[in-house]
């Protein structure tokens, strides 16, 4: 069974820099989905950013060039590169899977496509 286990979290100040990591355990498939999210307190859990096995992206329009996904197969490990951070970026932030997804146009940015989550990391923006 797959495991996801995220790092990288902490406090920065507006306009600072954060790279999140997800490393996978156990056996995974060449044909994947694999996302972050992300939830404020009092807050949906909302999509920030996807990458498929073909290697295809897609951002929410929040983050769009200021956030970057990616991944390194060989470490099994998936990254997400923050820069010009905001107080709203404050949140939980989450990695999640999904192996042998349906296709889709683009990544999907949705909950409901995802069915192995990490526990989490802390990202904290001061102004």
């Known amino acids: 069974q797959v495991q996801l286990v995220e790092s990288g979290g902490g406090s920065v100040q507006s306009g600072g820099s954060l790279r999140l990591s997800c490393a996978a355990s156990?056996?995974?498939?060449?044909?994947?989905?694999l996302g972050w999210f992300r939830q404020a307190p009092g807050m949906e859990r909302e999509g920030v950013a996807a990458i498929d096995s073909d290697g295809d992206t897609n951002y929410a329009d929040s983050v769009k060039g200021r956030f970057t996904i990616s991944q390194d197969n060989a470490k099994k490990t998936l990254y997400l590169q923050m820069d010009s951070l905001k107080p709203e970026d404050t949140a939980m932030y989450y990695c999640?899977?999904?192996?042998?997804?349906?296709?889709?146009?683009?990544?999907?940015?949705?909950?409901?496509?995802?069915?192995?989550w990490g526990q989490g990391t802390q990202v904290t923006v001061s102004s």
């Open positions: 156990g056996e995974t498939y060449d044909s994947y989905l």
């Open positions: 999640a899977a999904d192996f042998f997804p349906t296709s889709f146009l683009r990544p999907s940015l949705k909950q409901r496509d995802y069915t192995i």
